[in-house]
């Protein structure tokens, strides 16, 4: 990665050889230093994990980034584990091993991960020695490491039940897969924003006129938050539950340099009050008259196994954002909590100027820094910061290196190798789908991933210090959004996405509320004004400006 501030807007060279397409759904904007350094080896070990699993003839995606933005090139298997890759792939569709990942996940993984995030949290970083603060930031870096890792080592068994479904779907009939993708609505309750812990809390304070009182005061909402929190008895505790487990996860982010839930109060509060209210959308699941509805589009000889297919997405749907909740997505933030700790010392001495400005360090420069012993000026780390901050995925290029070439024909596979291939392909497309821009000045085109038509104002959002402006019925204007987003989802009244597909992140969430999605506009972000009037068709794919 380019170490001067003026040669990150300026050059874009491949990372290395072969065809390297940008990541725009997952990363909008720069990344920064750190997370820049640790993310790629995480991906890359954890795909090529899953990959020897399910018997792909790709070996993991190579994932590297240019002056902060995100790029990937898929790596073929070797040609010495071909055979062992067609033996994988014999078991994946008759043994259902994504039954197996899920049971593991369920049984050891996320609650291990639970425990070992909470442990990191019950440090106290303000009240550590300087050497006990290098060691604790250590142990947060390495929790971090290994939660991208396992993140990714569960993508396939995440995706590939999903992307069979729509692949044989697809070939059965021409009806939208968005339609069909959304029978999985209720199968998800956290990407819908539901957590026991914030049930809990808004039942205490239903119970206490005090708490009522607290939450509809004018107060800063931060205020509101650490009054919640400090109160004595139950509401205290349901209050320390909630903000425990969503505060210090990354809002909308996979990147430790954005903001976690808690330094957003404005739209905690905001969630909290409209549990309180009941008024919050729910993960209902879908009426059986829709799924036979949908069914009769299915030829008669193929509804067995449609209906087969559907079980399967249901079971797996949860664990697409699960497996970010539960693992990178909180590890960032615990790694985000220690670093603008130590950054705040820092700050303090005068050797840099925010404490946020030591994430955008290599990790051997906040070293360094901590002990005293050079890295970067606070000038420095200065600069990269308003890089970050005044650049966006649109501004880089869309792809770097070789022309991307078609991929191989599949005729040849056998049949099993071959399914599983065309289910992860399928699936991949869909993550974010290309769609050519319109020009239209009126409506704006993408793809409807969530059915349904919806007027509202359109809130521009920019990136998570944005959030506070989110106001209940709002329509999202976004450039992407991750799994980590979905604390304030239900304030929303429809989604419109820059970057994304069918499984996109924003697609999936759009589903499980049951609110009108379009994804992959490519540019709704500068054709609409923040406070427009907008309709929203998530059926159609469209997105029509109604007032200026």
């Known amino acids: 990665m380019n170490t001067t501030t003026s040669s990150y807007a300026s050059v874009f060279e491949a990372p290395g050889p072969g065809s390297w397409t940008v990541d725009a759904a997952h990363f909008p904007r720069p990344v920064s230093r750190f997370q820049a350094e640790i993310h790629p080896q995480g991906i890359t070990k954890g795909f090529l994990h899953c990959a020897r699993r399910y018997g792909l ?16 090139t898929v790596v073929p298997a070797p040609e010495a584990e071909i055979p062992a890759r067609f033996k994988a792939a014999e078991d994946v569709f008759p043994k ?79 009806a939208p897969i968005g339609e069909f993708l959304a029978l999985t609505r209720g199968s998800a309750p956290e990407s819908a924003g539901t957590f026991p812990e914030l049930d809990r809390l808004a039942e205490e304070i239903r119970n206490s006129p005090d708490a009522r009182q607290t939450l509809a005061s004018g107060k800063a909402s931060a205020d509101i938050l650490a009054q919640l929190r400090s109160a004595s008895g139950p509401l205290g505790d349901a209050t320390r539950d909630y903000l425990g487990v969503v505060g210090d996860r990354l809002l909308n982010s996979l990147d430790t340099g954005e903001p976690s839930a808690i330094e957003v109060p404005d739209a905690l509060v905001a969630r909290i009050r409209m549990a309180v209210e009941q008024s919050a959308p729910q993960a209902e699941a879908v009426a059986e008259a829709d799924v036979s509805r ?28 699960e497996r970010g909740f539960y693992s990178d997505v909180w590890a960032g933030g615990v790694m985000r909590r220690a670093l603008l700790s130590a950054g705040a010392r820092l700050a ?64 040849g596979l056998p049949s099993h190798v071959r399914r599983v291939m065309t289910a992860l392909v399928t699936a991949i497309q869909s993550l974010g789908a290309d769609v050519q821009s319109h020009r239209d000045s009126a409506v704006i085109r993408g793809i409807g991933a969530s059915p349904g038509t919806y007027s509202g104002i359109a ?26 987003f979905n604390i304030v989802l239900p304030l929303l009244g429809a989604i419109v996405t820059n970057a994304g597909g069918l499984l996109s992140h924003a697609a999936i969430v759009g589903r499980e509320y049951g609110i009108p999605s379009v994804v992959g506009t490519r540019n709704a972000t500068a054709q609409i004004a923040d406070g427009t009037r907008v309709t929203v068709d998530g059926t159609r794919g469209e997105v029509r400006i109604d007032s200026p």
Request: hydrophobic fraction near 40%.
């Open 57 to 72: 003839l790709i070996d993991t995606l190579d994932y590297r980034f240019v002056n902060g933005f995100a790029y990937s």
């Open 96 to 174: 259902k091993i994504w039954r197996e990942d899920l049971e593991r996940w369920d049984r050891d993984v996320k609650p291990a991960s639970i425990r070992t995030h909470k442990e990191l949290l019950a440090v106290d970083p303000l009240a550590l020695s300087e050497d006990e603060l290098i060691a604790y930031i250590e142990q947060c870096r390495d929790n971090l490491e290994r939660m991208i890792h396992q993140h990714h080592s569960f993508n396939l068994a995440a995706i590939l039940p999903v992307g069979d479904f729509m692949a044989h779907v697809g070939a059965w009939t021409n």
């Open 294 to 321: 949908l069914r009769e589009k299915i030829p008669t000889e193929h509804r067995a196994d449609f209906d087969d297919l559907l079980d399967e997405v249901r079971l797996v749907s949860r664990l697409r954002d």
């Open 348 to 411: 303090a001495e005068g050797l840099i100027e925010e404490a946020a400005h030591l994430i955008e360090a290599s990790y051997e420069e906040i070293q360094a820094l901590l002990g005293r012993q050079g890295g970067p000026s606070g000038a420095e780390l200065a600069a990269r910061a308003s890089y970050r901050k005044g650049h966006r995925v649109d501004t880089a290029p869309a792809e770097l290196g070789d022309p991307a070439s078609p991929p191989p024909p599949m005729d």
């Open 459 to 484: 809130r521009v959002i920019d990136g998570p210090d944005d959030l506070g402006r989110l106001e209940r019925g709002d329509v999202l204007v976004t450039a992407a959004t991750t799994d980590s």
